[in-house]
């Protein structure tokens, strides 16, 4: 369990360089910081578990349930507040969005990261492609047109061109 643990929060951290732009709060690698000390822990507490259980010690055996029942306290703690928190997370990442796609000019390092957003989850702008219209890129286009990234991979020729929205 800590192995996989430790490959979910390097992963997290990992994805994290891509998608930084949209998340300007430092604060958002916290939770995978938080799975890899979770993963440190758990290993230390599986080996006083295997030791007390080999040794057949009963204190050793107490200290290891004790420690799963804080942890386990823990896990449902952090699942609450993360219940709890959830729309704030999602309106700070969504107003983080729309000031990125706000500077989006197709020259940037905000551009490239949201070409490769659109790319990578097939989806164009924050809710869908009219959330480019209130955008500078939209207004310098001659207010017809998106991104190519918005372009549907099977399709041939888009021009990002409003309206075709099925080729978007």
Not at 87 to 115: A, L, R
Request: contains cysteine; aromatic residues 12%.
């Amino acid at each position: 369990a800590a192995a996989g643990l430790s490959y979910v929060g390097a992963y997290v951290i990992n994805t994290y360089k891509s998608y930084d732009n949209f998340l300007q709060d430092k604060y958002a690698l916290l939770p995978a910081t938080i799975i890899i000390c979770v993963a440190v822990v758990m290993f230390i507490i599986g080996l006083i578990g295997c030791c007390a259980t080999f040794r057949e010690s009963r204190v050793g055996l107490g200290l290891f349930l004790a420690i799963i029942l804080v942890i386990f306290i823990a896990e449902v703690s952090a699942f609450v507040l993360g219940f709890i928190y959830r729309e704030k997370v999602k309106t700070d990442v969504q107003g983080t969005m729309h000031s990125v796609f706000e500077k989006y000019d197709g020259k940037n390092p905000e551009s490239t990261v949201v070409d490769y957003l659109q790319e990578q989850l097939h989806c164009c702008g924050v809710k869908n492609y009219s959330d480019w219209t209130a955008t500078q890129w939209f207004n310098s286009t001659g207010n017809n047109s998106v991104p190519l990234s918005c372009c549907r991979q099977d399709t041939k020729n888009c021009t990002g061109r409003l309206d075709q929205p099925q080729e978007l």
